[in-house]
């Protein structure tokens, strides 16, 4: 018999085994966060976490990874004020959310998908992102969302996510983008 964290497993590779959409991917990231959660290893699947907690709720001031995450970005408004450069002062706030991580993560957990099952699983999740906009009140920043231009999200083999900030001030400016190569494995 198959333990409960076997089960918790076999859901979430389950569920994207059958179909890829908004909902799989959704339920896939709340089941693996349970198996992470329940079996003490939070610390060691942090991109999971990250996105899991962002799709499914909506106040978020509880959340380390989250104000980790917040600081980062008001970290790197500062960074880029003192003249560094953009590429460099924008890193900070790429790594955790970076798409090969998160699939690196799945494979540790024994879930592996091959290029085109992330692809879909990337359009699906930046798809459900972009309608839920991270907000907590920074020094600098107060709202974070990814959004995409329609001509360039699926452009020549990358998906490409852009990162949109509000500043407390309410303008809004783009932060750096986020891409998935979409080469197929065939």
């Known amino acids: 018999m198959k333990s409960y964290w076997d089960n918790l497993l076999q859901k979430a590779k389950d569920a994207l085994d059958k179909n ?53 970005l008001d970290q790197t408004y500062d960074d880029i004020s003192k003249g560094v450069g953009i590429e460099v002062a924008t890193q900070r706030i790429q790594a955790p959310l970076r798409f090969h991580i998160l699939f690196e993560e799945l494979s540790n957990l024994k879930i592996e998908l091959n290029t085109d099952q992330q692809a879909l699983f990337v359009k699906h999740l930046a798809d459900e992102l972009i309608d839920v906009p991270l907000r907590k009140a920074g020094r600098h920043v107060k709202e974070f969302r990814f959004t995409y231009e329609e001509s360039r999200k699926e452009a020549r083999n990358s998906y490409v996510c852009h990162m949109q900030i509000q500043h407390v001030s309410d303008r809004w400016f783009d932060g750096p983008e986020i891409h998935f190569e979409t080469i197929s494995d065939h």
């Open 20 to 72: 890829i959409n908004g909902v799989s991917v959704l339920y896939s990231l709340v089941q693996l966060n349970k198996f992470v959660e329940d079996r003490g290893r939070k610390l060691e699947f942090p991109t999971i976490r990250l996105y899991r907690d962002w799709l499914v709720h909506t106040d978020l001031e509880w959340n380390k990874a989250l104000a980790d995450f917040f600081e980062g």
